[in-house]
């Protein structure tokens, strides 16, 4: 996806690639904003609420439990689907159309291969804390960054259809892991210390 | 012709077999001794030929080595199709290695997260109570990227 929506800085214009990056942002932002709506209703309507303190310690342990398991202390599997957002979306759907498609995939964030397994805790939270509104937010950030790299691997003046290593990834991957575990590690243990003290 | 022939029979190099030659001859007499630089020449063989024998058993050695190293080496491969493919690989004793590397930095923001669920004023952690998850949103949406 990456790999072509990319390539428009340079073989189409600049004006090209910049819709399609805000296409493709749009869709991920308003469908992961959407899932988030959908689960804090869904924990509203079942009133999950109601056991506020019992919640907020389920969301602690599943962030604790997924920086133990992003810092490979634990190897437990996740589920997680081993695809990819299909190819065909740009030549079906056109340049515009076509990243705001993947956009829309993507920003559901279930639909291809989670490899930092930080989202279900967030996806936990939206549903048994969030609350529609704030879930609708927090899930709405979620797209905002899931879309970022479109942007980040555009920006440089040589970018080429370089896909994950153009924005990055590869080269560091260890930061960025490193990163997922203390993000996770301190908002579990923020979580938990407030539960308790509720 | 005949050096030759011996020469192929003996597999010697022209070089070995002019000293082989030289050796025999001194031996029986008809030569004067040795000069200093075909002794050194004989002593480099030898030696070349120790170091060949012990560099078979160092690399068989190596090899045995390896392998057994190999069986214990467990391969967790993340696999994203299009390219991006990250492995994560952890040799040895992995689960240990990966608590005693992540331990101290796991400790330190979980003793930050507590410490600051201690001082802040409850105004403040209620919108904490926001802006954390959605700071975590943020970095696992632009970390899961990578993978499509």
Same mark, same amino acid.
């Given at each position: 996806?990456?790999?072509?929506?990319?390539?428009?800085?340079?073989?189409? %214009?600049?004006? %090209?690639?910049?819709?399609?990056?805000?296409?493709?942002?749009?869709?991920?932002?308003?469908?992961?904003?959407?899932?988030?709506?959908?689960?804090?209703?869904?924990?509203?309507?079942?009133?999950?609420?109601?056991?506020?303190?019992?919640?907020?310690?389920?969301?602690?342990?599943?962030?604790?439990?997924?920086?133990?398991?992003?810092?490979?202390?634990?190897?437990?599997?996740?589920? /997680?689907?081993?695809?990819?957002?299909?190819?065909?979306?740009?030549?079906?759907?056109?340049?515009?159309?076509?990243?705001?498609?993947?956009?829309?995939?993507?920003?559901?964030?279930?639909?291809? /291969?989670?490899?930092?397994?930080?989202?279900?805790?967030?996806?936990?939270?939206?549903?048994?804390?969030?609350?529609?509104?704030?879930?609708?937010?927090?899930?709405?950030?979620?797209?905002?960054?899931?879309?970022?790299?479109?942007?980040?691997?555009?920006?440089?003046?040589?970018?080429?259809?370089?896909?994950?290593?153009?924005?990055?990834?590869?080269?560091?991957?260890?930061?960025?892991?490193?990163?997922?575990?203390?993000?996770?590690?301190?908002?579990?243990?923020?979580?938990?210390?407030?539960?308790?003290?509720? | 012709?005949?050096?030759?022939?011996?020469?192929?029979?003996?597999?010697?190099?022209?070089?070995?077999?002019?000293?082989?030659?030289?050796?025999?001859?001194?031996?029986?007499?008809?030569?004067?001794?040795?000069?200093?630089?075909?002794?050194?020449?004989?002593?480099?063989?030898?030696?070349?030929?120790?170091?060949?024998?012990?560099?078979?058993?160092?690399?068989?050695?190596?090899?045995?080595?390896?392998?057994?190293?190999?069986?214990?080496?467990?391969?967790?491969?993340?696999?994203?199709?299009?390219?991006?493919?990250?492995?994560?690989?952890?040799?040895?004793?992995?689960?240990?290695?990966?608590?005693?590397?992540?331990?101290?930095?796991?400790?330190?923001?979980?003793?930050?997260?507590?410490?600051?669920?201690?001082?802040?004023?409850?105004?403040?952690?209620?919108?904490?109570?926001?802006?954390?998850?959605?700071?975590?949103?943020?970095?696992?949406?632009?970390?899961?990227?990578?993978?499509?």
């Amino acid at each position: 996806m990456i790999g072509q929506i990319t390539p428009l800085v340079q073989a189409a %214009s600049k004006k %090209s690639w910049v819709q399609a990056v805000v296409a493709h942002w749009c869709g991920a932002i308003g469908s992961a904003a959407l899932l988030g709506l959908a689960l804090g209703a869904l924990g509203t309507a079942l009133s999950v609420t109601r056991w506020q303190t019992a919640a907020i310690l389920i969301v602690a342990a599943v962030f604790l439990f997924c920086a133990f398991r992003e810092a490979d202390i634990t190897t437990c599997p996740v589920p /997680s689907l081993r695809r990819q957002t299909p190819k065909k979306f740009m030549c079906a759907f056109g340049p515009i159309w076509g990243p705001f498609a993947w956009g829309l995939e993507l920003g559901q964030g279930w639909t291809t /291969s989670i490899e930092y397994v930080g989202y279900y805790a967030v996806v936990l939270w939206a549903f048994l804390l969030g609350g529609s509104f704030q879930g609708a937010v927090v899930l709405a950030i979620f797209g905002l960054g899931r879309g970022l790299p479109i942007l980040l691997a555009g920006l440089p003046r040589n970018a080429t259809a370089a896909g994950p290593l153009a924005a990055g990834y590869e080269t560091h991957h260890s930061a960025i892991q490193t990163a997922n575990v203390l993000a996770l590690a301190f908002v579990g243990s923020f979580l938990a210390a407030a539960g308790l003290m509720l | 012709m005949y050096r030759h022939a011996r020469r192929l029979l003996l597999g010697l190099s022209a070089r070995e077999l002019r000293i082989e030659r030289n050796l025999r001859l001194h031996e029986h007499g008809l030569r004067p001794p040795l000069h200093t630089k075909q002794l050194e020449l004989l002593l480099r063989l030898l030696q070349l030929h120790v170091r060949r024998v012990l560099l078979q058993w160092q690399r068989l050695f190596v090899r045995y080595q390896v392998q057994r190293q190999l069986r214990r080496v467990p391969l967790c491969i993340r696999a994203g199709r299009g390219g991006s493919v990250i492995l994560r690989q952890t040799i040895g004793s992995s689960r240990l290695a990966a608590v005693s590397r992540a331990s101290a930095p796991l400790a330190v923001a979980a003793a930050a997260g507590i410490g600051l669920s201690l001082k802040m004023s409850p105004e403040y952690t209620s919108q904490l109570w926001l802006l954390l998850p959605a700071a975590v949103a943020f970095l696992v949406g632009w970390s899961n990227a990578a993978s499509p």
